[in-house]
């Protein structure tokens, strides 16, 4: 425990992370690599939240000529896939999990209630925050800052396919350059593809750091929580 850095996560994990090399859907060994890494932070004690996006199943922005707030909803039941299915990768290894979600369906998970999430936490249990926060023309990075900020996280970890922030696209821009620091500000004002202005203004106003790295080594997550310095690093000046 003392070569953790952290004590309480949110871990934000984009729905296309977990589709793995594949543009659509779930990749199973991606599941078990992400539930296998959060086993070990928990034998590490550390609190484990964790946020999932939909873009692997559905984008709300994917709605052309649909009403926005129908497009949404369905995004949001996108994450509660998502979240099911790593729930079911970490309960297959024994480690105790909830889902919570923001928009009430009691047969299959909680509803969300900051206490209950945060009890949760100290008896050891990760908490997975599904459906955003339950209204359209929100992302799934606002639903990480606000929890963040709701459970006193210390530290949001997102989790991409990239190795970090860029001032343009790596994937189309072989000379895009790579950022290890940036502060609150340099993300809303650049218009970096970090997380939404919203997200990035309640984790400004929360004093909440932020730290993108790539999943497509799953020991990234251990690393992250033992400081090292990987991916790229958003906080105060």
Request: net charge neutral; charged share 30%; hydrophobic share 40%.
């Amino acid at each position: 425990m003392s070569d953790v850095k952290y004590k309480r996560i949110i871990l934000k994990i984009s729905g296309e992370a977990l589709a793995g090399d594949k543009s659509f859907g779930l990749n199973h060994e991606t599941l078990l690599n992400i539930a296998e890494r959060v086993k070990r932070l928990r034998e590490l004690d550390v609190e484990v939240a964790i946020v999932v996006g939909g873009g692997n199943f559905w984008r709300g922005r994917s709605g052309e000529g649909m009403d926005r707030t129908t497009a949404d909803h369905m995004g949001m039941l996108a994450t509660v896939i998502n979240a099911l299915a790593l729930q079911d990768a970490l309960e297959g290894i024994n480690v105790a999990t909830r889902v919570q979600t923001a928009i009430e369906m009691r047969q299959i998970a909680e509803p969300y209630i900051r206490r209950k999430a945060i009890r949760h936490l100290e008896k050891g249990r990760v908490v997975i925050f599904a459906s955003g926060i339950g209204n359209a023309y929100f992302s799934t990075d606002t639903t990480a800052a606000l929890r963040a900020a709701e459970i006193e996280a210390d530290i949001i970890l997102m989790a991409k396919k990239v190795d970090g922030v860029y001032d343009s696209d790596p994937n189309k821009n072989c000379e895009a350059r790579k950022y290890d620091r940036l502060s609150y500000i340099e993300v809303i004002n650049k218009g970096l593809g970090v997380m939404d202005s919203t997200a990035a203004s309640l984790c400004r106003d929360n004093k909440i750091p932020i730290l993108v790295f790539d999943l497509k080594n799953p020991d990234n997550i251990i690393k992250a929580v033992m400081g090292k310095e990987i991916g790229t690093m958003v906080k105060e000046d």
